[in-house]
Every structure is written in C-alpha cells, then in structure tokens.
C-alpha cells in the first residue's frame, strides 16, 4: 500500500515539472505597447465643446460660429508656461509640415488659460516664434473659465519659488475638432508627430471620400 502510494505521489510530481518546464519554454505573448498601437478613430467624445465669444491675437471678436465648418487642432496653455506649452507649439508645427497642402485644411488655435497676463499682444508676439500660423485666443475671465468648462480643461495658479512669476498647471491636451464641432480625438503627450499627421490625414480622406 504504501509503495502504491509511493508511485502515486512520484507520478503527481512528474506531471507538474513537466507542465513547469513547458511553461517555462513557450515563447512569450507579444505585448502591445502604447508606441505599437496606432492611435484608433472615434465616432466623437459626447460632452465637450459648446458656444463660446473670445478675442483673437489681432484683437478681433471670434465666436464658435466663426469656425464652425473647418477643422481645429486646440490647445490650452499660457505664454509664461516655462516647459510643456512651448513642446505642445513645436510638436503642432511638426504635425502642420507634415500634413504638407493638408495643413491648409486645419485651423490651429491656442486658448490661453491666464488672460490677465495674456493680453492679444502678448499673444501675437509668442505665438509668431513658432511659424505654425496659429491664432492666439483670449478673453475676460468668465469668458476662459467658460472654455475651460465646457472642454473640460484643468487650471490652476500656483507659486514657484523658482519663478518670479506665478505659474499656471493645467490639462495639455490636443483637440481635434470637427467641422461639425464635434470633438474627433484628444491627441495626448505621448503621441508622435508622426501618429498624429497619420490620424488626422486618414481623418480627412475619410470625410473626403463620405463626401464625394
């Protein structure tokens, strides 16, 4: 009985250092990382976007009517912004040469989240030191926390010892809006200059082809 049992047990031992050294030998599953997988299409994000009255960097009234029936890649930031609004300007600039004659079909815009500081001029100045033909936004206070509601963008003053001015946290995203309003996608840091370009010119021969 207790030889029976002997090779019971030596037989449950075999089974399971067989199954360990299979294990052990299979090739692993591919994973997907963020950098593999390409930036997908979405039918619109529900929730965002609305009516909204600002000022241009030439000082002119702009309202959502005004640029209705184009596409938008938005961003929101601050002219003293000392890191992430000057990369966000630089990739866009990226992204616009890339799109090469499709870039004439995006309107860029920048929508400042500090109107105190940032006044029309001010706007005009930083934003011609990025050659991305991008129209600066303002307004009065209510008017910027409008936007910030109704896009949903984060903001907050906050002091810096090391800055002599105060600095403003926020959300840094990249909206792609639609000629219907409609936010198609919301481009992330992570995102290449390269996925991006890629989106936004299958984006426009999809509309294209819909159209046709």
């Not at 840094?172 to 809006?177: G, K, N, P, T, V």
């Not at 390269?194 to 936004?200: L, T, V, Y």
């Amino acid at each position: 009985m207790k030889q029976q049992s002997f090779f019971i047990l030596v037989g449950v031992l075999l089974m399971v250092l067989a199954s360990v050294i299979g294990y052990a030998v299979m090739p692993p599953a591919p994973s997907t990382s963020a950098a593999d997988t390409p930036i997908r299409a979405t039918a619109g994000i529900e929730g965002l976007g609305g009516s909204w009255t600002l000022t241009d960097h030439d000082g002119k009234t702009v309202t959502d009517k005004d640029v209705t029936g184009t596409y938008r890649l938005m961003f929101f930031g601050f002219t003293y912004c000392p890191d992430v609004c000057p990369t966000e300007l630089k990739r866009l600039a990226i992204v616009l040469d890339m799109l090469g004659d499709d870039a004439q079909k995006i309107r860029p815009l920048f929508v400042t989240v500090d109107p105190e500081r940032d006044t029309p001029a001010v706007l005009k100045e930083y934003l011609a030191r990025f050659d991305a033909g991008v129209t600066g936004l303002t307004g009065t206070i209510p008017q910027i926390e409008h936007m910030e509601k109704i896009f949903k963008v984060y903001s907050a003053k906050t002091e810096n010892e090391e800055y002599t001015e105060y600095m403003v946290n926020h959300s840094a995203l990249l909206y792609f809006i639609g000629p219907d309003d409609n936010v198609i996608h919301l481009f992330h840091s992570k995102d290449t200059p390269e996925d991006m370009a890629n989106f936004i010119r299958e984006t426009l021969r999809g509309d294209s082809v819909k159209s046709e």
